[in-house]
């Protein structure tokens, strides 16, 4: 993730910012941090295309700070000096965090408010004004028009994630405010993608930006290693059980898993019937009260329920370390949204697997995936017997013994090595389609691959990649 050319202390910032960072033990700049933070200390504006993951929030928080400190202005009355606009609580969250830590010796107040909370509460806390909010579009608008709060006082702007503020249909609430900031304001703009309309929006908010991009737009993360599953929409319950209770030879450790939903019904069946077979899950959804979110938040990192039920408005923007596999249990109609959903993983400089369950109704979403990514998959076979499994008329084969349940989710998994070679997983029927052979390209390490029992195998596999 990072790339060492600078150092910190060479991009112009203040002791109090620099002390803040060893603090934090950071050592280097990443690149999306070393490139945008000179512009922005002499008050450029800028874009900066990276997903949440890459450092970002220290690239328009560091240089923010020190740009607050030297106006040395006053905290206005009932209004902010910076006003950070972010799509998701959890992420408005994160940023309310960063500011707090980055800015710990430079005096400056920090407020965050968002959905779900109670908005007598933000009224009270805001009433002497902030140096720093971070809030999410909605309830920002509310507070404005009780008249409780004014964008007059803003001096530095930042829109995080703003593709996805687009997504969750923020546009008029991201015009009003636009309206209501001061047209002379510092604009900090990030997007993980650029579709047209954020190069629309990027045009209407920023004066000759800045533009710094990390990853090109929409390009999936490069250390995932990407699997695709092709499953009937009625087999993927029994096939995700499987998965996370060890009965099926999954690729990689499973620590943490983060399990993508397209609704937040399907987020709640799904940890319903997870349930139903002693695996516990949290779901993670806008449905969900703040501290429920939280609690799902936390058991997850602890690993004290290592499995989380999430849709993508959710888990977009949340830094959770560690997640070791994200299943697309449903692919999602946005192929962005699936740069976004593997993102989650593969973290900090790990590497990540991320598995995609795809029925037939679903190959239109996977082809504009492929379209727009340029995604590798690896392609699983289902379990042996798979069809009886789900028809509750038979047990799969079961893996030999001293293998079994290896690659289970427990809370205290204990350090065990990776599943090894259990031979349950067998391709089911013929291919439908012969892809051509794609021997080179990545895949995962076939000495622990579902299925993975020899060299016939492996020929008749590699036919499969799809
Ligand atoms: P962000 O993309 O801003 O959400 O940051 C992702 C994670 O990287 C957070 O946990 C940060 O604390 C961490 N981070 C940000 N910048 C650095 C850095 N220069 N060195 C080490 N960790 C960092």
Known sequence: MIVMTTTFDQL???????????????????????????PVLDGRDLHGIAQTGTGKTAAFMLPSIDRLRAADNRTPFKSCRMLVLAPTRELAGQIAQSARDYGALAGLKVHSI?????????????HRGTDILVATPGRLLDLIDQKAFRLDGVEILVLDEADQMLDLG?????????????????TLFFSATMPRAIRDLVGQYCHDPVHVSVTPAATTAERVEQFLLMVQQDEKIALLQMILSGRYDTP????????????????????KKLGQKG?????????????????????????????LVATDVAARGIDIPGVSHVINYELPNVPEQYVHRIGRTARAGKDGIAIAFCAEDERSYLKDIRKVTDAEFNRLPLPENFRAVVEGVGPTKPAPKQQRGRAKVTPK????????????????????????NRAGKPRHDGSSSPGNNGGSQRRRRRHRHG
């Open 170 to 186: 923020f546009i008029h609430a991201l015009r009003k405010i636009s309206q209501l900031v001061p047209g002379d304001r510092q």
């Open 413 to 436: 998994h204990g350090g065990r090595g990776r599943p090894g070679d259990n031979r349950q997983g067998k391709p089911r029927g013929k291919p439908k389609r012969k892809h051509p």
């Open 114 to 126: 968002v959905g779900g909370t109670s908005v007598n509460k933000d009224r009270n806390k805001l």
């Open 252 to 271: 990689g450790r499973l620590e943490r898993v983060l399990v993508f939903t397209r609704t937040k019904y399907g987020a709640d069946k799904v940890v």
């Open 12 to 38: 112009g910032l203040s002791q109090p910012v620099l002390q803040a960072l060893d603090m934090k033990g950071y050592d280097e700049p990443t690149p999306i941090q070393a490139q945008p933070i000179p």
């Open 279 to 307: 695996i516990s899950a949290n779901a993670i959804h806008g449905n969900k009260s703040q501290p429920q979110r939280q609690r799902a938040l936390s058991e997850f990192k602890s690993a004290k329920v290592p499995v």
